[in-house]
């Protein structure tokens, strides 16, 4: 038995065809359940579907063998007990820091809201820069406008978020994709069967 752990919402549109193209499918029936266990077409492979911050820890556990989740996500999380094998290059965007246009940003202390905390500490620290994070869980984009923050570290696509907000983005923190990760442990013990489907996946990309 396999179960691999997807990332609800965005992620999770994108792994679907990708997942499918590879073999694997979820008949709308079992997405459009209440379950938390998903049935696929292949009778030893289940999928479970989490919050997109929950994929890595699910997967470190072994609660799920492989799983689906952006560099993002993945970087908060560390490395401990799960190997990044792919870059399945959907769900693209950039964590990047952005403020008001004309923002002094020169200050001893920079006040940082972000949900990306542990990146904006290692980011700010390589340019030598003290900073006092805030952290937020969503709208960010709301803090620099209102005075909580002198910027903010967020996710960047279009770039629709920050121009509607009036704020200008500034530095590339790193560019981010969805991967597939998988349990360091499973990866020994099961490595026929995992390695045979993340060869299928990969082909998908
Ligand atoms: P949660 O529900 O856990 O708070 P969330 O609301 O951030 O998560 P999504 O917005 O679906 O969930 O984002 C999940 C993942 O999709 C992110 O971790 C990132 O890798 C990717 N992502 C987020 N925003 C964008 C975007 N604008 N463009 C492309 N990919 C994005
Ligand atoms: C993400 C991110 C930005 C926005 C950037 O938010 O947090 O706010 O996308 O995309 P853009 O550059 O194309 O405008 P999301 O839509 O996932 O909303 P959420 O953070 O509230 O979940």
Redesign the pocket.
């Known amino acids: 038995m396999l179960t691999i752990a997807l990332s609800k919402g965005r992620i999770l549109d994108q792994t679907l065809p990708l997942l499918e193209k590879a073999g694997i499918s979820i008949p709308k029936s079992e997405l459009e359940s209440r379950k938390l266990i998903l049935d696929t077409n292949i009778a030893d492979i289940k999928v479970i579907v989490l919050r997109a911050s929950d994929v890595p820890v699910f997967v470190q556990h072994g609660a799920a063998d492989f799983g689906v989740a952006g560099k993002d996500v993945l970087m908060e999380h560390g490395a401990d007990g799960v190997f990044e094998l792919l870059d399945l290059e959907i769900s693209k965007?950039k964590l990047m820091v952005a403020a008001e246009k004309n923002k002094n940003l020169n200050k001893s202390t920079l006040k940082v809201a972000t949900k990306y905390v542990k990146s904006a500490k290692e980011y700010f620290y390589q340019q030598g820069k003290q900073i006092e994070v805030i952290k937020l869980y969503?709208?960010?984009?709301l803090a620099p406008i209102v005075g909580l923050s002198d910027c903010i570290v967020?996710?960047?696509?279009?770039?629709?978020?920050?121009k509607a907000n009036n704020l200008v983005p500034l530095e590339l923190i790193h560019e981010i994709s969805s991967r597939l990760i998988v349990n360091s442990a499973a990866f020994n013990t099961k490595h026929a069967e995992i390695s045979d489907w993340i060869q299928k996946i990969e082909q998908s990309i």
């Not at 969503?138 to 984009?141: F, I, K, Q, S």
């Not at 967020?154 to 920050?162: H, P």
């Open positions: 965007c969503g709208a960010m984009e967020d996710l960047v696509d279009t770039g629709n978020t920050l």
